[in-house]
């Protein structure tokens, strides 16, 4: 919030009189941002119980005098100034919440890194070795600044790291990023993707393409109401055609209807008829109809008449039949009596009394038979008549079926043909219809259907539309004519709209948009300074008054690098090796970057405790005493476990301190450290791991110490529901510092024993001293290089332990081509003919020794003679200094060749890059390229740089040339230290080091100053040579990953 | 507070010096002294109208416009910000951060399904062309102490307008104290009152400190930093109706008056912050002074007190015995040129008059 006075003016910060810059003429934000974390919350709290503060109640500080006053922008400075001084103790912890990342392939390092650097109130540091993605991590930080409405300033010692990054965001709408272009850039060597993002192209963009698209969407605009008015005369057509189509389509339905119906009306009109129907005179269907109605009721009649008469006849045989039988029935028991003689029976008696009854039986079975007969004949005349009868109906009915099919059939025929006549009518209004809605523009605004509901319908959408491109019409008029007038004015507010700033730390202050001029009104809610290794603090603070919270994101110092060291500006002088400065990396001096993190890190690393075996005994070292105080060191036994040595640091004038532990060797690492805890209140950590990481599952906490997760480590129980689990890991061969034999892997906090975050947290504060301020992230995933390479390197250059991994390549990430060869190692040139002979043993480093000093193959072109040793087609245009490697150039381009004919696993020219550590060298392998046949088509497309032209970018395979190869001096490579980095840490898949053994080993022997190394220069680059040296002789932490090969045989 | 004793007043000739600087004024009185304010410096809410420029006028009418426009159900449109550039074609990263600075001010917002929409603030300014501007800042309000303190006097300290003018850090005792209410009352009252005493009509609300606004807490703390003033204050016009009330600051270094402009204006009701100068001085106040000015000029006891004193608004009349009158004559007097400036009184705002001396 602005102050200003009670009217509209402002109030001036100070005012006049005797008094001014005393404490009390000090606004209240100022002061409260230079007040300390205790003295706000006491202020605040005063404030709420009175309602407001009196400026007298603003408190002292600790010598009795009033706060210092700080600059009106210095308040958040203030804080950091602490920090740099090491005045963590006020800070509170933070830990902010996970953020929903949009680059959704981050992994969890890179997440953590970007939830503490959004979540951050003050200052974040973000560390993390080559390739582990910190570009992507400051890409995301921006993005999710802009989606909090944030503005951020993106800084960075060189545009390389900027471009690096703008590139991540190119697409991204969320960001409108303007690059600064620094005074020795040209926006036209930009990549495309920054070009655009620099403010005269954006300028320009808005004056030209802006207004040019502006005045064709007019046009366009225009274009499209001229149509709509064009199209406004077609409705009336389109509704007409419509009208037209639904009264046919009407007709045509009814006509429809009428053919479904001719069947039924058929039938309906034949079931009128009968034999006495008059027959009308134009209907024959009728007057068939009738005259089969009569023919079959004559027919009929004759039949039914024949039958009447049948049937009586039939009615009087029955009559007479029932009659004889009656008069047969009481003769037929007399007859039978008196044919069997039954003398005892009444009836033979009777039967003899009525005279001859069995002849007059006989007579009327006779009569009964002829009845019968007659009976049968009559029965088989009616059913031949009612037979008859049936075929004379079924007739009839066929008749009459067939004169109302054939009825139907041609009333069908006579629809039909209306029916098509119709359909003809149909298909013409159709075309018609096509016709005209071909005529309006947009197929989407054509009626659906020929009818009138769909045209009012699809007219209505078209006279909405028309309104709005009536409406979008004028808007692009009048905004083409804004924009024609006001372009300027809008390139001048350019910078309010702009939400990320990139520019490098020297251009930032000088440009008029958003520099020192702008200050005032451009200034930041975040500013991420990436590369902030290679930042001074001088540079970071003026930049940091620019914003209220800053986010630094620098990588690990090289092993060796001391804290902190004064910036000394970087010089452009050229060395004796010709090597030119390289920008940040020559005159680099680390300083307030590894300053801060020191301060706000908590690496457990840094502990001071060392468990180590001597002999068969396990000692804790509790704190680390040096060569020269070993003198004070007193040794005594417990008292009541004589077994235990306790080994007691008694300086002169100094308190004694317990200094380590040695336990017996029937005393194993777990009861060690039980009894360490238990009996000396001790909690001697030793860890390879530089982070605490907390783990939060449902029944425990975790605190992560090692990066492996330590699958054979055992738990040591602390206290209740406190464990430590502790790993033993194989000691280092040849290493350069105590072997690390057993380390802390994690430390677990079971939440039913009462522990939780807050409770964890203050006990590992309390007994380690360290504690997560919230304001650090390491990443540690190795992204871009395979894993065997970034094992290596990162060995090599920063002592950083990556878990070993199976390496899947084919071939091995690290090859160092020996130039000269080493014919001297027996047991190497036996290996190399095997492998030639083709016994399938692949060279490996050098089990023996390494010569004892270089080949002498170096040239230095400023010496006299020296140039005439190379060829005289390349010695012409050569730089008039510096050193050059005849032979080993060569070994390089054979390589390069070989890399690009191998049949096995051919690489693409687009995929090497060549590095060299002198300017001409970097020539003479570029001649020497363009000078091989098998290159010549493609070897211009191979980059030849130093390695400084490759900062930010890698390719798979990078060939180094390390060049220097003297007989009996020992000497530096390249620029700096640094610079050796930068080469090495290029290439993605494989690195093939080009060198002189012999004079690496010399220079592995070599401490202190050397040539223009000052002594930590020197000291950095001698490590760093000397574990090369280790990896030749296959020692190192991963000497399978490293390969030696002959130069010759390259 | 500090005593009057301890401060420091000019002497006659600065008194002449500033009454030839003020004379274009006519002034009618003239009071010199020391105010003690409450600089209060607070949180508030401002409400200015601003007016809807250009390009944001555009935006808005093409956001109204999209907003307007049916939605195709069917076919995959595109974005919101994308449908707006090919209106505007400046570029779908430039239109969001004009959309964001929009939503700042209140004119457009993010719509449930995540299309921009006008809020009814950005509809009303399309119509009208401004908008009420909300602003949160830090503002400054001086308060005039009543002479003699609050806490004693029974009075509350009253708003004074200094047109940007700082009084000078003062130290004071515990028993300073502001009510904050005096300021809430302030912004309550009506406009013809703001407008009267100069009071900012802009400010619309003092941000509370407990509520939780967008504001952080800790910048919404109100803070009372005591000052002093040293002022002349002018009693200027003839009429009641071209009346007005003047304050001008004075550097204390060489007590010069900064008469070019006025560190406030006061016109009617002008004795309201200061009540105790629409009284005359008092006989004994003006005994007192004129025998303070007598009495490193050597005169006779019984002649200064001899002689009769008749205040007025600019003079003091004194008729005096002819032996004092002599002495004055014989050393010169600026008295009896009417050059001869006294301060009357003893509180932090004393009168000026000059000495107008003649024979009794």
Same mark, same amino acid.
């Given at each position: ?30 002061? *409260? ?57 006020? #800070? ?6 996970? &953020? ?64 690096? &990054? ?66 406004? +005369? ?93 008069? &047969? ?106 016709? #005209? ?59 309010? *709209? ?76 050229? +060395? ?30 840094? $502990? ?13 070292? /509790? ?79 975790? #605190? ?11 738990? &040591? ?61 390491? /990443? ?80 230095? /072109? ?23 490697? *005849? $032979? ?18 051919? $690489? +693409? ?51 180094? +040339? ?17 610079? #050796? ?49 280790? *990896? ?19 | ?47 200015? %109208? ?24 069917? =076919? ?26 929009? !939503? ?20 009303? !300014? ?62 309550? =009252? ?25 504001? %952080? ?40 008056? =900064? ?12 004795? !309201? ?14 005994? =007192? ?15 200064? @007190? ?32 009417? @050059? ?21």
């Amino acid at each position: 919030m602005a102050a200003a006075e009670g009217a509209a003016s402002a109030v001036p910060r100070s005012g006049p009189g005797p008094e001014r810059g005393a404490p009390h003429a000090m606004l209240w934000e100022d002061f *409260y941002r230079s007040a300390s974390p205790a003295q706000q919350v006491e202020l605040l709290s005063l404030a709420a119980r009175q309602g407001l503060l009196y400026a007298h109640q603003f408190p002292s500080t600790n010598n009795g005098t009033k706060a210092k006053v700080p600059e009106p922008s210095a308040g958040p400075l203030h804080l950091l100034a602490n920090v740099l001084e090491g005045h963590t103790q006020d #800070l509170a912890a933070v830990f902010p919440p996970p &953020v929903a990342v949009h680059d959704i392939e981050l992994d969890a390092g890179q997440r953590e890194a970007v939830a503490r650097a959004i979540g951050t109130p003050d200052l974040c540091l973000i560390q993390g070795l080559p390739g582990t993605g910190k570009s992507r991590v400051a890409a995301e930080i921006i993005v999710q600044a802009a989606v909090r409405g944030q503005r951020v300033l993106l800084l960075a010692p060189g545009p390389a790291a900027l471009d690096r &990054v703008l590139e991540i965001l190119a697409d991204c709408e969320l960001v409108c990023p303007v690059r600064c272009l620094g005074a020795d850039e040209k926006a036209e060597h930009l990549p495309s993707f920054v070009r655009a993002m620099t403010f005269a192209e954006k300028v320009r963009s808005l004056r030209e393409q802006s207004v040019q698209c502006a005045r064709q969407g007019r046009e366009q605009a225009e274009h499209s109401c001229r149509r709509r008015q064009q199209e406004g +005369s077609l409705w009336p057509r389109l509704l007409e055609l419509a009208e037209s189509w639904q009264q046919l389509d009407n007709e045509r339905a009814a006509l429809r209807e009428r053919q479904a119906q001719v069947p039924e009306q058929v039938r309906r009109e034949a079931g009128a008829v009968t034999a006495d129907s008059e027959v009308p005179a134009a209907s024959p269907f009728i007057a068939a109809l009738v005259v089969s109605a009569k023919t079959r009721r004559k027919i009929l009649a004759r039949i039914d008449a024949a039958l009447e008469g049948e049937r009586l006849e039939q009615t009087a045989s029955q009559q007479i039949l029932e009659k004889l039988e009656g008069l &047969v029935a009481p003769l037929r028991p007399l007859a039978v009596a008196r044919q069997q003689g039954r003398w005892w029976s009444p009836a033979r008696w009777w039967a003899l009394l009525h005279g001859d009854v069995v002849g007059r039986l006989v007579a009327l079975e006779s009569q009964i038979e002829t009845a019968r007969a007659a009976l049968k004949e009559s029965d088989e005349t009616i059913q031949g008549l009612s037979a008859e009868r049936a075929t004379a109906e079924q007739g009839a009915q066929a008749e009459w079926a067939h004169l109302v099919d054939a009825e139907a059939h041609a009333r069908q025929e006579d629809l039909d043909a209306q029916q098509e006549a119709l359909a003809h009518e149909a298909a013409l209004l159709q075309n018609k219809w096509d016709n #005209l809605c071909q005529e309006l523009e947009l197929p989407g605004e054509r009626p659906a259907a020929p009818a009138v509901t769909a045209v009012n319908a699809a007219h209505g959408l078209w006279q909405a539309q028309a309104g709005q491109d009536e409406e979008r019409c004028t808007f692009a008029r009048q905004w083409a004519a804004y924009l024609e007038g006001a372009a300027e004015n809008l390139a001048t507010r350019l910078p309010d *709209y702009t939400n990320l700033v990139a520019s490098t730390t020297a251009t930032l202050a000088g440009n008029p948009h958003f520099g020192d001029a702008a200050a005032g009104r451009q200034n930041f809610d975040l500013l991420i300074l990436d590369d902030a290794t290679f930042v001074t603090e001088s540079e970071f603070l003026q930049a940091a008054r620019r914003a209220s919270r800053w986010v630094l994101i620098g990588q690990p110092t090289m092993d060796g690098e001391q804290l902190p060291a004064p910036a000394k500006p970087a010089s452009s002088k050229t +060395s004796r090796s010709g090597a030119p400065g390289m920008p940040g990396l020559a005159g680099l001096r680390c300083g307030f970057f590894q300053r801060l993190w020191h301060h706000l890190h908590a690496d457990p690393s840094r $502990l001071p405790y060392a468990w180590v075996q001597e002999g068969e005994r396990i000692c804790c070292r /509790l704190r680390t005493v040096a060569p020269d105080q070993r003198r004070w060191v007193e040794s005594e036994r417990v008292a009541d476990f004589p077994e235990i040595e306790l080994r007691i640091l008694a300086l002169p004038r100094l308190k004694p301190a317990l200094a380590e532990v040695v336990f017996p060797a029937a005393m194993s690492i777990h009861e060690a450290k039980e009894y360490l805890y238990r009996e000396l209140q001790e909690f001697p950590v030793q860890t390879p791991g530089r982070c605490l990481k907390w783990h939060e599952e449902p029944e425990r906490l975790l #605190l992560r110490l090692a990066r492996a997760p330590g699958a054979d480590a055992q738990p &040591v129980l602390l206290e209740q529901g406190v464990r430590e689990w502790v790993g033993c890991a194989q000691a280092e061969a040849g290493g350069d510092r105590p072997a690390a034999v057993w380390h802390t892997c994690r430390i677990e906090f079971e939440r039913s024993a009462g522990w939780d975050r807050v409770r964890a947290e203050a006990w590992i504060h309390d007994r380690l001293q360290i504690r997560d301020l919230g304001r650090t992230a390491c /990443l540690e995933v190795p992204h871009r290089m395979r894993p065997a390479l970034a094992a290596v390197l990162w060995d090599l250059l920063f002592d950083e332990v990556l878990p070993a991994e199976r390496d899947a390549g084919s071939c091995p990430a690290v090859e160092f081509v020996a130039v000269p060869p080493l014919t001297r190692g027996r047991g190497l040139r036996d290996r190399i003919k095997a492998e030639r002979a083709g016994r399938g043993v692949a060279p490996s480093p050098l089990a023996g020794n390494l010569p004892r000093s270089g080949a002498g193959l170096e040239l230095d /072109l400023a010496a006299p003679r020296h140039g005439d040793r190379l060829p005289s087609e390349l010695r012409a245009g050569l730089p008039g200094r510096g050193f050059v490697n *005849y $032979l080993e150039a060569q070994a390089v381009v054979r390589r390069l060749e070989k890399l690009l004919a191998d049949v096995a696993s051919p $690489l +693409s020219a687009d995929k090497i890059a060549i590095v060299a550590l002198y300017p001409a060298q970097v020539e003479l392998i570029r001649r020497l390229i363009q000078q091989a046949a098998p290159l010549q088509k493609i070897g211009a497309s191979i980059p030849v740089e130093l390695p400084g032209a490759f900062q930010e970018r890698e390719w798979p395979v990078i060939l180094l +040339s390390l060049t220097r190869s003297h007989a009996h001096r020992t000497v530096t490579f390249g620029e700096s230290p640094r610079a #050796l980095a930068l080469a090495m840490t290029r290439a993605r898949t494989r690195l093939i080091l080009f060198g002189d053994p012999g004079t690496c080993a010399r220079r592995s022997q070599w401490q202190g100053a050397l040539d223009h190394l000052d002594d930590a220069a020197a000291g950095r680059e001698g490590l760093l040579i000397t574990r090369l040296v280790r *990896y030749l002789q296959g020692q190192g932490r991963h000497p399978r990953a490293l390969h030696l090969s002959e130069g010759s045989s390259a | 507070m500090t005593a009057a004793t301890s401060l420091a007043f000019p002497g006659s000739r600065a008194l002449a010096g500033w009454w030839r600087q003020l004379a274009p004024l006519q002034p009618q009185s003239l009071w010199v002294g020391h105010l003690f304010l409450h600089r209060v410096e607070c949180p508030v809410a401002s409400v200015w %109208p601003q007016a809807l420029d250009g390009l944001n006028r555009f935006v808005l009418q093409a956001v109204a416009a999209e907003q307007a426009r049916p939605r195709s159900g069917q =076919q995959i449109s595109p974005s919101f910000l994308q449908r707006l550039d090919k209106r505007l074609h400046l570029g779908p990263s430039l239109l969001r951060q004009i959309l964001r600075a929009l !939503a700042l001010e209140g004119l457009a917002e993010v719509a449930p399904h995540g299309e921009w929409a006008l809020t009814a603030q950005g509809r009303a !300014a399309l119509e009208r062309g401004e908008y009420p501007r909300t602003s949160h800042e830090r503002r400054v309000f001086h308060f005039v102490e009543p002479a003699g303190g609050g806490t004693t006097s029974g009075q509350l300290p009253h708003f004074l307008y200094l047109n940007g003018h700082l009084g000078v850090p003062w130290p004071v005792g515990v028993d300073w104290s502001f009510d904050v209410n005096v300021l809430h009352a302030c912004v309550r =009252q009506p406009a013809a009152w703001k407008q009267q005493h100069s009071f900012p009509e802009e400010v619309r609300e003092i941000l509370p400190l407990a509520a939780g606004t967008a504001v %952080p807490a800790w910048q919404r703390v109100i803070v009372d930093r005591p000052e002093r003033l040293p002022v002349v204050l002018v009693l200027a016009g003839v009429t009641d109706s071209n009346r007005q009330f003047l304050g001008f600051a004075v550097r204390q270094e060489r007590w010069a008056l =900064q008469a070019t402009h006025p560190v406030f204006i006061l016109r009617e009701d002008w004795h !309201a912050p200061f009540p105790e100068l629409g009284r005359g001085p008092s006989e004994t106040a003006c005994r =007192q002074a004129w025998r303070l000015w007598c009495q490193p000029r050597g005169l006779l006891a019984e002649d200064v @007190e001899a002689c009769d004193l008749r205040p007025d608004d600019l003079h003091l009349h004194v008729a005096a015995p002819t032996s004092l009158v002599e002495r004055l004559r014989t050393a010169r007097s600026d008295a009896l040129k009417g @050059e001869a400036w006294i301060l009357i009184g003893e509180g932090t705002l004393r009168r000026a008059v000059v000495l107008d001396v003649r024979v009794r």
